[in-house]
Each structure stands twice: as structure tokens, then as C-alpha cells.
T-cell receptor, first 116, second 111 residues
Framework: NAGVMQNPRHLVRRRGQEARLRCSPV?????VYWYRQLPEEGLKFMVY????????ESGMPKERFSAEFPKEGPSILRIQQVVRGDSAAYFC??????????????FGPGTRLTVL | EDKVVQSPLSLVVHEGDTVTLNCSYE??????LLWYKQEKKAPTFLFML????IEKKSGRLSSILDKKELFSILNITATQTGDSAVYLC???????????FGDGTTLTVKP
């Protein structure tokens, strides 16, 4: 019974490089959420995706950030031309169905991105 | 803009003490309030609250929601060092299940 998996767990990039973060949801879950956690802060919502669709990207910066959740394969959060301010822990969560009375989200272990 | 505020930001107690953590919110289209425990890695789910006045309990932890005053509390009795963690409050809004998180309360339990 694998939970949410994220890789890599740690990622180091130099300014200007690209970062790709992967998230495999719990088997059978079709809803994926990405959150960012800066040091000493809570989780901030970035984007909510269902298979092949972005449902809500209101928390995602309009430039350099993109996310996808293809029909096959993991969800990808992509950050282009990273800057030092992108250094954070990025958590992915999945849930089985939205619109239900209980929508517990299961979190992955996170990817810690460090931008040098 | 949806807002979730937790207090205190940090708390240091001794084993055996009882603590109360607070979470207040201002959101549109409230669906549920959730409490998570985070210990240096992924948050783990504690409680989900949707109805006012109904206490949820799990061992030494309990939580209750007041939808009229827009807040929730998380109580931990007879604290242990293993309770040391960041406790996050999140409010689920709308049909999409998007959650807005507070900044967390860092609890340190000293032996």
C-alpha cells in the first residue's frame, strides 16, 4: 500500500536552471494538490489538478511555474529559471474524490529544493 | 482572500501539561476544518471537523469546531515529548477541496 511518493527528496539547482518535481499519488487517487512551505511558515496552496486537467492554479506564480498531471505517469511541478526565493519544501497531496463530505488529503514526503 | 490564523505561534511546555492550540478562519464557502501534525516531514492527518460543537477525540488529542465564531481548538492532555511537532490547521473551501493552511503552532514538550 504505497502512499504518495515524491522524487527527488532533495534537489539542488543553480540560479537560472530548471527544477522538475515529481509526485505519484496514492493508487486510485485522481486528485493531486501541490503546496509550498517556506521556512517557518505553513503550507501554501499552489495548484490542484485532476488527470489531464488543471482545476485551480490560483496559488501558483504566473511566470516560471507550471504543473501537469498526465493520463499516465506522475504529476510534475516544473520551475523554470529558478531563483533563490524558490528554495522551499514542495509537498504533493492526493485525494480520491473531490466534492465528497470527507476529503482527507494524503501528503507525500516533500521535495526540498535548494537554489544556490 | 481566505485566511487561517493559528495561535500561539510557538509553545513550550513540560511533560504532563495540557495544551490548547487555536485556529481561527475567515473563508468563503467553508467545507471542513482539518488538523495535521508535522514532524520534519509530511503532515499527517489528525482530525476533520465539519459540524459545530461535536468533539472529535483520538487518545489524548481532541478537537472541536465553532462555526458561529469561526474557530477551532486542538487540545492535547498529558503531553509527552513525542507530541513535539508543528500542528497545522487547514480549512477546506469549495467543491474542489483546496485547503488554506495556517502558519502552524510549534509545540515543544520538555521532559
Amino acid at each position: 500500500n504505497a502512499g504518495v511518493m515524491q522524487n527527488p527528496r532533495h534537489l539542488v539547482r543553480r540560479r537560472g536552471q530548471e527544477a522538475r518535481l515529481r509526485c505519484s499519488p496514492v493508487k486510485g487517487h485522481s486528485h493531486v494538490y501541490w503546496y509550498r512551505q517556506l521556512p517557518e511558515e505553513g503550507l501554501k496552496f499552489m495548484v490542484y489538478l485532476q488527470k489531464e486537467n488543471i482545476i485551480d492554479e490560483s496559488g501558483m506564480p504566473k511566470e516560471r511555474f507550471s504543473a501537469e498531471f498526465p493520463k499516465e505517469g506522475p504529476s510534475i511541478l516544473r520551475i523554470q529559471q529558478v531563483v533563490r526565493g524558490d528554495s522551499a519544501a514542495y509537498f504533493c497531496a492526493s485525494s480520491p474524490l473531490a466534492g465528497q463530505s470527507h476529503n482527507e488529503q494524503f501528503f507525500g514526503p516533500g521535495t526540498r529544493l535548494t537554489v544556490l | 482572500e481566505d485566511k487561517v490564523v493559528q495561535s500561539p505561534l510557538s509553545l513550550v511546555v513540560h511533560e504532563g501539561d495540557t495544551v490548547t492550540l487555536n485556529c481561527s478562519y475567515e473563508v468563503t464557502n467553508f467545507r471542513s476544518l482539518l488538523w495535521y501534525k508535522q514532524e520534519k516531514k509530511a503532515p499527517t492527518f489528525l482530525f476533520m471537523l465539519t459540524s459545530s460543537g461535536i468533539e472529535k477525540k483520538s487518545g489524548r488529542l481532541s478537537s472541536i469546531l465553532d462555526k458561529k465564531e469561526l474557530f477551532s481548538i486542538l487540545n492535547i492532555t498529558a503531553t509527552q515529548t513525542g507530541d513535539s511537532a508543528v500542528y497545522l490547521c487547514a480549512v477546506e473551501v469549495g467543491a474542489a477541496g483546496k485547503s488554506t493552511f495556517g502558519d502552524g503552532t510549534t509545540l515543544t514538550v520538555k521532559p
